[in-house]
Every structure is written in C-alpha cells, then in structure tokens.
C-alpha cells in the first residue's frame, strides 16, 4: 500500500557503529579524499550522502587535519624515542612520578580480569610509563607503543593520546577511528590532567587494549582516575605552601614595610601589611631577581627568591582606589599581544607605561580575549555568551570571567559594551593551521573564526598579509 502524507522520521541511531562500520567509514574516508584530490566524483565532506554513517566530529576533524599533513595512514611517520635517562628527568619534572601508585590502584587493580596497557603520557604526548598484561604489552611494542615514544598524531595518527592532550577532556578511540590501519585492533581510552596550582596541562592517563573486549565503563573510570591524580598533585601543592608559610613567617616579621611571600607559581603563602591576594601573576619566563617588576594588582615590585618561591615587596603599597592595576592614562598607547601559537600555551603580554608583564591565560580567558580582539567594536554580555556557549542567556559566567580579567587588565578593559580599550594596540599570534587556533575550543564563534581563517576571508589583528601566488610567466610585484 502507498503511504500518504508526512513520512515518519528514521530514528536516531542509539547503539555505537561495530568495528566492521568503523572500517568502512575508514576506508570510504580515505577513497573520497584520494578521489578529491584527483578532482573525481566524491562524497561530499561536510555531512556525506544521506544515510551513510560519518566519523564522530572529533575524529573526522583528526582524519581531515592528518590528510592535510600528508600522513601515510599505512605506515604512519617515524619518530624518535627518548632515552632511559630522559625519560626519568620527565618522569620528575611532570610531577606524575607521585601519583603513579594511585593510578595503578585505581586502574589496573580493578580490571586485573580484562587485558589492559596503563600508559601515562607528559603534555607533549611522550609515553613515560607502560604498564599491564604481558602479552598484550608485546602486542603494542610492535606497533611502537612502548616508554618513549612520542604519541602524537603526526606521527602515529589518531589516537586516545593524542586526541585527550588536544581536546582538553576525557576521549576514546576504537577501533578503525584509529587513522592507521595497524591500530586498527586497539582501543584506548584517555584523560587530560592538569596541574591545580597552575592550570597547565601536565599529561593524559591512558588504557588501550583489544577492541573486542573494551568495556564502556572504563572512559568513566579513567576521568575519575585523572581527578584523583589532580587531586593528589593539590595536595602535594598544599603541603608545599605550608612548608614556605612555616620559612616565611619570622621573616616577613623583620621586612618593614608591607611585603608577601608566593611560591613559584603566584599562590600566596604568608603576607604582611597588606590583603593578601590568592595569587600572583607570573611571567611564563618567570621573575629576575632583585628587579622591579610590574605585578598586576601590586604596582612596581622588588622580587627576591625565597626557598622555592618569591619575596614579594611592593615599591608603593595598593591602595583600594584600584593602584596596581593599569589605569586608562597607562592604557594610552598600550601594546597587548595574544600569543595563541602553542595549544597547549596560550599566553597574554602586555608593554606600555604601566610596565611591561607576561602570563599564560586560562582557556577560557583565551576565548574572551580573542573574541575582544577580533571585535573591537565591543560586544554586550550577552552576545559575548551567544559567541561562547551558543547560549545568550549565559551572562552570570561571561561576566564573572570579565571581572577576573579585569583585577589585571584594568584600564585596558573598557565596558559597557565590553572591548578593548580604542587606545591599545591589538597583535594576535595565530598557529601555522587555522584550525590548530585554540583547538579545544568548542565556542561557536572560535569555530567560525577558525573556517574564515581557513578560507582567507579575514586575518587576525596585527597579522602581516599574505600576497596570492604568482601564475606562471607573471612577473614578480614589487614592494
């Protein structure tokens, strides 16, 4: 019998694609890319034909972005391994060292019927252990998957590494999602951690093992292992500033004058003669000692080094009327640069008569300034939580995160509508890749910012212009 009418709608797909789906998506991805390049018929690449099952949109974003470098997904690049010696100097500098008996209690000890591989990664996706069933860790070591080896997705591909350390959260991959077919077997399943003091991404947690017998709670149970190492590393932070309280208190008893004492990364530990702020920022190269610097929120400051942090001693002590911050007459002529080539780094500097200061951002103080950067014009509260979260009703968060940036930028910061003072000079350092711009961003606007960029139609503030390609026989412009 004919149906009339509205035909109903094909329900959504509520069970994960099989590994036998997966190769195909793979395989289909693969061929329509080949056959672009050589300008034959394909599918199309946003959305693909209708009924065709796609790529979850963060590994369709890997594949595309690993096509664009050329990677051979048979044989994938070489890369080289770090030594025993190296290797354990990571190991200490990353801090991970102390949180691994609780990542083995927490994640191989529980799953000791299944075949899983431990492995911790640092923030540039080296392996620094590896850990697990015997047998299955002979399997990885022959697809390189050993201590050392660099686990990024230049040279090994999409993977549960690669993929956590760039988007910032809890990720898996299985199965043929990985772009090389030799990992075609695996899954894994990893999580970011971060350091609490700092905020700085210090490495990722990882269980890879058969594809077959994966189970889905492990995503989970990875997440909550990367919050207890995070946990761990906060109070191995809070046992610090203790110990620097304890150093620092008979001599703030003798400084005359107002002074505080920080440890390395800003956290206050012991003040004297004025509020005491949480936290200090601190330039990304760090302070030299016995120079005046400008510290946002202090005014000009004489540093000296103190055990494993900072005397802190401010030339003019704040005062409420808002002094240590940078004034509208000390914003005038002001150079603000937003330096977002490193991922994992993005980092705010400033010069100009309040001094000259640098720091890493916050993720999401990195969106915010962008969105200034790009809009100088100024954008409401309101837009600026459409621009960030797709929702404009979100102002509480927008401007809660607006008043932070604010505590240091002062003067800089007009508002109503919020924008970067007309006065400042504006310069954002953009990556080699559009789409490596914030790549953990998931703003709508970084996203739109990212494909115009992509397509040529805007430049970032301060970037110098790209001339077009000559065509053959053209004669060259001159300057």
């Known amino acids: 019998m004919r149906q009339t009418g509205r035909q109903s709608r094909r329900p959504e797909r509520r069970t994960p694609p099989t590994a036998t789906e997966l190769a195909k998506v793979h395989e289909r991805t693969l061929a329509d890319a080949a056959a672009r390049e050589l300008g034959g018929p394909a599918v199309p690449e946003e959305g693909g034909a209708p009924g065709l099952l796609q790529p979850r949109p963060e590994i369709g974003d890997s594949w595309a972005r690993l096509r664009r470098l050329g990677l051979d997904p048979d044989t994938g690049a070489a890369t080289a391994l770090l030594g025993p010696g190296e290797i354990e100097q990571r190991r200490r500098t990353s801090g991970l060292d102390a949180v691994m008996p609780i990542l083995r209690q927490t994640l191989l000890e529980p799953t000791d019927a299944l075949p899983l591989i431990l492995a911790i990664a640092d923030s540039e996706g080296h392996v620094l252990w590896q850990e697990g069933e015997r047998g299955l860790r002979r399997s990885a070591d022959r697809i390189g998957f050993i201590p050392g080896a660099r686990w990024i997705e230049e040279s090994v591909?999409?993977?549960?590494?690669?993929?956590?350390?760039?988007?910032?959260?809890?990720?898996?991959v299985h199965s043929?999602?990985?772009?090389?077919?030799?990992?075609?077997?695996?899954?894994?399943?990893?999580?970011?951690?971060?350091?609490?003091?700092?905020?700085?991404?210090?490495?990722?947690?990882?269980?890879?093992?058969?594809?077959?017998?994966?189970?889905?709670?492990?995503?989970?149970?990875?997440?909550?292992?990367?919050?207890?190492?995070?946990?761990?590393?906060?109070?191995?932070?809070?046992?610090?500033?203790?110990?620097?309280?304890?150093?620092?208190?008979?001599?703030?008893?003798?400084?005359?004058?107002?002074?505080?004492?920080?440890?390395?990364?800003?956290?206050?530990?012991?003040?004297?003669?004025l509020p005491p702020p949480n936290r200090l920022r601190v330039p990304s190269e760090g302070w030299a000692p016995a120079a005046v610097h400008w510290v946002p929120g202090l005014g000009e400051c004489v540093l000296e080094p103190l055990a494993d942090g900072?005397?802190?001693?401010?030339?003019?002590?704040?005062?409420?009327?808002?002094?240590?911050?940078?004034?509208?007459?000390?914003?005038?002529?002001?150079g603000l640069r937003l330096d977002l080539r490193r991922a994992d780094r993005p980092e705010l500097s400033v010069r100009g008569a309040a001094g000259s200061w640098s720091h890493p951002l916050s993720p999401r103080?990195?969106?915010?300034?962008?969105?200034?950067?790009?809009?100088?014009?100024?954008?409401?509260?309101?837009?600026?939580?459409?621009?960030?979260?797709?929702?404009?009703?979100?102002?509480?968060t927008v401007r809660a995160e607006l008043s932070r940036l604010r505590r240091y930028l002062g003067g800089l910061l007009a508002h109503r509508p919020y924008r970067i003072a007309e006065s400042v000079l504006v310069t954002v350092d953009g990556p080699d890749d559009p789409y490596d711009l914030l790549p953990a961003s998931s703003a709508p606007a970084?996203?739109?910012?990212?494909?115009?960029?992509?397509?040529g139609t805007v430049r970032l503030p301060g970037a110098v212009p790209v001339p077009p390609p000559r065509t053959p026989g053209e004669a060259p412009r001159s300057c």
């Open 157 to 172: 591909g999409t993977n549960g590494i690669a993929v956590a350390l760039r988007a910032r959260r809890p990720m898996h």
């Open 176 to 273: 043929a999602e990985h772009y090389l077919r030799s990992h075609h077997s695996w899954t894994c399943v990893a999580a970011p951690v971060h350091d609490p003091g700092t905020g700085q991404l210090v490495g990722a947690v990882n269980l890879s093992g058969p594809a077959h017998s994966i189970r889905p709670y492990l995503l989970q149970l990875t997440a909550t292992a990367a919050r207890l190492a995070e946990t761990e590393l906060r109070a191995h932070r809070l046992e610090a500033l203790h110990q620097l309280r304890t150093l620092a208190a008979p001599l703030l008893a003798r400084v005359g004058g107002p002074a505080l004492v920080v440890d390395a990364a800003g956290w206050t530990a012991a003040a004297a003669g």
């Open 310 to 334: 900072w005397l802190v001693r401010p030339v003019r002590p704040p005062t409420e009327d808002g002094s240590g911050t940078v004034s509208a007459e000390q914003a005038e002529g002001a």
């Open 365 to 396: 103080h990195a969106e915010l300034l962008l969105l200034l950067a790009t809009g100088r014009e100024g954008s409401t509260a309101a837009q600026l939580a459409e621009a960030l979260f797709g929702d404009a009703g979100r102002t509480v």
């Open 446 to 455: 970084v996203r739109r910012l990212r494909a115009a960029l992509a397509a």
